[in-house]
């Protein structure tokens, strides 16, 4: 089975500031996904960003940008310029390459962006 | 956005009694999945569906069961409900197995409450 470990169950951050929200796995596949998604208070569940295993360089979408280390399983988003908007909880999921496509999320960390 | 469409969006029903919550897609996507979201737990897979009459089961699949007789509807019943069945439920859907734009779309969740 894979697990996912989001650590930090509550982050908070000024905004204009960055933050670091972290992520573990734990896997014995070689080929696989991981993403980011948001959930803001609508419910919505919103991708926020992903990465190819295969894939060394880091994957960045405007200002959320990861730090992959695959040999250490960890995948961390990075925000910066934090907004108000991004004021949600941000699960961390894995999906292995195979029948199913089944996605694993982590547990979730709600951030707080301050005004 | 995708064209996924959970109904109904909330329920309130009695221990004991079925429940069938319908998923809805128009995205023609081979893969569909059931999760419940649980503070602490963030969201974990129920059932999940790989073609029309093809379903497997995930990791919290007890009290539960799912059909899918057409590619678009997906439909999770739960056959007595239990308080511990209190969630809110979320419909998702993955194109092809393995497209490096692989991403899981959502519903846009059920809040279920059990009394």
């Known amino acids: 089975a894979q697990t996912v470990t989001q650590s930090q169950p509550e982050m908070s951050v000024q905004e204009a500031e960055t933050v670091t929200l972290s992520c573990t796995y734990d896997t014995s596949e070689n080929n696989y996904y991981l993403f980011w998604y948001k959930q803001p208070p609508s419910r919505q569940m919103i991708l926020v960003i992903r990465q190819e295993a295969y894939k060394q360089q880091n994957a960045t979408e405007n200002r959320f940008s990861v730090n992959f280390q695959k040999a250490a399983k960890s995948f961390s988003l990075k925000i910066s310029d934090s907004q108000l908007g991004d004021t949600a909880m941000y699960f961390c999921?894995?999906?292995?390459?195979?029948?199913?496509?089944?996605?694993?999320f982590g547990t979730g960390t709600s951030l707080t962006v301050i005004p | 956005d995708a064209g996924i469409t959970q109904s109904p969006r909330h329920k309130v029903t009695e221990t004991g009694t079925p429940v069938t919550l319908r998923c809805h897609q128009t995205e023609n996507h081979r893969y569909m999945y059931w999760y419940r979201q649980d503070p602490g737990h963030g969201l974990r897979l129920i059932h999940y569906s790989y073609g029309v009459k093809d379903t497997d089961k995930g990791e919290v699949s007890d009290g539960y069961s799912v059909s899918r007789s057409k590619t678009e509807d997906f439909l999770l019943t739960l056959e007595s409900a239990t308080s511990s069945q209190t969630s809110v439920y979320f419909c998702a859907i993955t194109p092809r197995e393995g497209h490096k734009d692989t991403e899981a779309f959502f519903g846009q969740g059920t809040r279920l409450t059990v009394v």
């Open positions: 999921a894995f999906m292995k390459r195979n029948t199913g496509n089944q996605f694993y």
